[in-house]
């Protein structure tokens, strides 16, 4: 179902990558990395995991040309998206909380929103 890939909390820390490095006074310390993670109903994933498999929901509802009408709004009145992934990240986001139905300028003919 795609309402259990809706982000619920996005989370980032740093996380060892397991070498290490020799400071200035001489000692060692790991070398970290920034990892965000999206915790969602379906588990707790890396972006670009938790892309794939909502697309993979999205698509086995059968919810592509929903998706494609999203990713068009986003482009025209998401200004703070420049990227084409940032785009289609935000659009399956979008989608997967069904924020949608709240957007006022959305027209989508295949969608029937029941009240």
Same mark, same amino acid.
């Given at each position: 179902?795609?309402?259990?890939?809706?982000?619920?909390?996005?989370?980032?820390?740093?996380?060892?990558?397991? =070498?290490?490095?020799?400071?200035? %006074?001489?000692?060692?310390?790991?070398?970290? /990395?920034?990892? *965000?993670?999206? &915790?969602? $109903?379906?588990?707790?994933?890396?972006?670009?995991?938790?892309?794939?498999?909502?697309?993979?929901?999205?698509?086995?509802?059968?919810?592509?040309?929903?998706?494609? =009408?999203?990713?068009?709004?986003? %482009?025209?009145?998401?200004?703070?998206?420049? /990227?084409?992934? *940032?785009?289609? &990240?935000? $659009?399956?986001?979008?989608?997967?909380?069904?924020?949608?139905?709240?957007?006022?300028?959305?027209?989508?003919?295949?969608?029937?929103?029941?009240?």
């Amino acid at each position: 179902m795609v309402e259990d890939y809706r982000i619920r909390i996005r989370t980032g820390r740093a996380e060892g990558t397991g =070498s290490y490095e020799i400071t200035k %006074r001489g000692t060692r310390r790991e070398i970290t /990395k920034f990892v *965000e993670r999206y &915790e969602t $109903a379906a588990g707790i994933f890396l972006p670009d995991e938790w892309m794939k498999k909502a697309l993979g929901a999205i698509e086995a509802e059968g919810e592509m040309s929903l998706l494609e =009408s999203i990713k068009e709004h986003c %482009r025209k009145h998401c200004a703070w998206l420049h /990227k084409e992934k *940032e785009v289609e &990240e935000h $659009a399956i986001d979008c989608l997967c909380s069904r924020a949608y139905r709240h957007w006022d300028d959305f027209k989508d003919t295949e969608t029937i929103i029941w009240m």
